[in-house]
């Protein structure tokens, strides 16, 4: 993961400013980023009592299409980043882990990673944080994963005595597919789902 998304994902998780107890599971979760993580810490609360600066017109304007566009090419890069992901254990075998051990590290069954993987889960039933884990583990956006996510479900693969291919079965809720799952221990059930 890079060390944007690391504090993206930090800035995310304390919206309201610094939290020490969310700085530290972000330090421990990411030591490589530790110093990092302190002084982005730091800074913005020295930001966060800065007077307002005073702007012209024409300054806020210029302001305002250097945002336009900077979130132009990140939707852009987004978009890219999303189309390059054609399965999420592809993606993991990449990053040099098997779809055991990807599935272990995000707190997964093999199950549910398939699952997620074929997109049988509705995309938005599956809780950003799960989201956030993922992107985090396969070092890519999270806008990635969900936009992989929300990508149609995968055809059903497989020889079939039938002359056509069954019908795809619904996708179903992430809250189902973790209670259904019967690899998962109830603990790691909660864990998924709270």
Known sequence: MKLEDVLEGYAMESPEGNDPQILRKWISDFPQFSDDLMAFAAERARVRHLPDPVLTAEEK?????????????????QLSQSASISSLTALAKQRGMKKGEFARTVGFSLSLLMQLDKRNVK????????????AVKLEVAADAIRAYLELPQMAAEGNFKAEARPDESPQIDFAEAVRKDTELSDDEKRDLLE
């Open 123 to 134: 995309p938005s039933t599956v809780p950003f944080k799960i989201i956030q884990k993922i």
């Open 61 to 77: 304007g210029e302001a305002m299409n250097r945002g336009r566009a900077a979130l132009q090419r990140f939707r852009e890069e």
